[in-house]
């Protein structure tokens, strides 16, 4: 039927449109701006959606600067559901107060109109089989719509050129119960280890190289970067939030981001807006800010706990000086480039507001700078990504 001015309601929520659209024109054509009515049992901020641009907004009053983005994502996940249902038929399937069916290896899994086969059940990787093709299956305890959401918007966002280089996993499909969801996305078999893993295993056979540490550092620095340039912000950026792809190509980004599930979409609130972490809501990076605002910080404090865990198998110490500045830094090796090593602690642990994407370049030429300055460090590079795998295997 045609849209008209003034109130709709689907599911669970009631929008008011403030355009005229005509039904017999192209929907690409018309724009229609429906705003949630607040909920006097949520939070004083609501959703709005753009028919047009199928976007999720946050209406948060002006007056408010630092906004906890968890609990207005957590307020708001009817609505979401709701969205995701309509602009991504098939995909999202809601089967409300239904609980979660189990999941057992070698058995088949109905999801829907789908019937996978298990061929791989464990805690931290669930492979299911379709038509042949494979697919991983991520169990989301309690179900988490909004990572789906920011998993296709970086998908959608990325240009081609930048699809090339930056690795994201894209969702497939999502199913949500009452207890669960299940995140779909397919799969293969060479990307079977996370940055944390392939470290851990470097350790215990002292295969760590200072070609490959910087290798993985600039693969990690560029996926942030390009997030960024989308206005996504990742909030979990740590060694489990990389999958290592089996790859010998070293002008390629051998890592693939995951882990989404505490991803900020900033296009979903206002432009000058900053962020603030509270105990009900904290996440395992949110939580160094204390009583500071935040934004894009989060993922560079991410970066420096990867380069941390790359040098010496642990995440960077939780430690702060007298003026609350926070203090990464354990001692560099001491065989490894001390002046590139600690740049990039500094300028991520210290940055403060500003534009993360051009510092973030800064980074990249100086370890780019470094690795290519020397035919003997690409020969060494090339050497240590075959030799890695062939310890894996």
């Known amino acids: 039927s045609d849209f008209t001015t003034g109130d ?10 403030d355009f005229l659209v005509d039904s017999d024109a192209n929907l690409s054509d018309n724009y229609a701006f429906p705003q949630l009515l607040d909920d006097p049992n949520e939070s004083s901020s609501s959703l709005s959606i753009s028919l047009h641009d199928y976007r999720l907004i946050f209406t948060i009053p002006e007056t408010q600067v630092n906004v906890d983005p968890y609990a207005h994502i957590s ?27 189990p999941i057992v290896c070698g058995q088949s899994l109905e999801l829907g109109a789908m019937t996978f086969f298990v061929v791989e059940s464990k805690p931290s990787l669930c492979i299911m089989e379709l038509d042949d093709k ?25 240009s081609a050129q930048e699809k090339k280089s930056v690795c994201s996993s894209k969702p497939s499909l999502l199913y949500l119960t009452s207890d669960k969801g299940f995140l779909v996305e397919e799969w293969s078999p060479k990307e079977r280890f996370t940055l944390q893993d392939l470290y851990a295993a470097a350790t215990k056979l002292e295969t760590s190289h200072e070609e490959l540490a910087i290798f993985y550092m600039m693969c990690a620095i560029e996926t942030v970067q390009s997030l960024h340039k989308t206005r996504i912000i990742h909030g979990n950026v740590s060694p489990e939030s990389f999958i290592v792809r089996h790859c010998l190509n070293a002008e390629e980004n051998h890592l693939k981001v995951t882990g989404l599930q505490y991803g900020i979409d900033l296009d979903s609130f206002p432009e000058d807006i900053s962020f603030i972490t509270s105990k009900r809501t904290q996440t395992p990076l949110s939580s160094l800010f204390r009583d500071k605002s935040w934004k894009y910080e989060i993922d560079l404090y991410g ?3 990867i380069a941390h865990f790359i040098m010496h198998g642990t995440l960077a110490p939780r430690q702060f000086d007298e003026n609350g500045k926070w ?3 354990l001692p560099i090796k001491r065989v490894w ?41 690409l020969a060494g590079l090339k050497i240590q990504l075959r030799k890695q795998w062939e310890a894996l295997a």
């Open 8 to 17: 709709f309601t689907t599911g669970d929520f009631t929008a008011n449109f």
């Open 327 to 329: 203090l990464p830094v």
């Open 75 to 101: 307020n708001n996940r009817v609505q979401l559901v709701d969205h995701l249902l309509l602009w991504n038929d098939q995909e999202v399937i809601d089967f409300g107060d239904e609980l979660a069916p």
């Open 337 to 377: 480039q001390n002046e590139l090593w600690a740049s990039l602690f500094i300028s991520c642990a210290q940055f403060s507001g500003g534009d993360s994407v051009s510092l973030l370049e800064g980074l990249l030429v100086q370890c780019r700078q470094w690795l290519t300055g020397s035919p003997r460090r």
């Open 303 to 305: 970066l420096c706990d």
């Open 134 to 158: 494979k697919y991983s299956l991520k169990i989301q305890e309690p179900p988490n719509p909004w990572e789906y959401h920011v998993g296709k918007e970086i998908h959608n966002r990325l």
